[in-house]
């Protein structure tokens, strides 16, 4: 797990934040369970993202991220998601557990051109989708729009549920949001006074 206190202190304050989708052009998907054509894959990137925006109620960015402004501009990870081809992404085997370093994640987002509709951003980065370990691998990841810097980005591993491949691996989506409403989001809140706490100690320690 990355966190930068700093911003992430601001991210805190701020009112409103953008959610930028879910980002699967880096993504790698078991054959088993998605042999299908790229047209077919990106149908499903795009309902995924829709349900996004469409079941606010389901998946509660808002509640998650304690934002009273949520603004929505999925054009440019919609852009990325259209560049992903089956023949590459889709795989005989993954391993959901170490395809991607918190370095390479970083590298990657510094690079990308996210709205800046408002200062902060929030993404989901798909690493993989694994039908034979029943697991999905995902970064949570907040950007500071302005400067492109990631102020923090998680991996999560979850696992999916449902009747067919659009609502088994929604599931995934809804789980993680979830365990951030619930646990990470305070987590991480924790993480940022405890930096805080022992930066005030050791300020008076240097003073006396």
């Not at 039908?131 to 990841?141: C, E, F, P």
Request: charged share 25%; aromatic share 16%; with cysteine.
């Amino acid at each position: 797990m990355f966190l930068n206190e700093d911003s992430f202190i601001d991210f805190l304050s701020a009112k409103e934040v953008t959610w930028a989708g879910i980002d699967f052009s880096k993504a790698k998907f078991c054959r088993n369970g998605f042999d299908f054509p790229t047209e077919i894959i990106q149908y499903f990137f795009n309902e995924w993202n829709l349900l996004i925006i469409s079941d606010q109620k389901k998946y509660d960015i808002r509640l998650s991220f304690r934002k009273p402004i949520l603004h929505y501009d999925l054009s440019y990870i919609t852009k990325r998601n259209k560049t992903v081809k089956a023949s590459s992404a889709v795989v005989d085997y993954i391993s959901v557990e170490n395809m991607y370093s918190e370095e390479e994640i970083i590298q990657y987002f510094a690079k990308l051109n996210l709205p800046q509709q408002t200062r902060f951003a929030i993404s989901v980065l798909v690493e993989a989708l694994d039908k034979n370990s029943k697991t999905a691998a995902l970064w949570i990841v907040i950007n500071d729009t302005l400067n492109k810097q990631v102020v923090l980005c998680e991996k999560f591993l979850k696992e999916p549920s449902g009747f067919n491949t659009k609502s088994y691996w929604a599931r995934t989506f809804y789980n993680l949001f979830f365990d951030i409403q619930k646990s990470s989001f305070v987590r991480w809140e924790n993480l940022v006074k405890n930096k805080q706490i022992q930066n005030t100690k050791h300020h008076q320690d240097v003073m006396s």
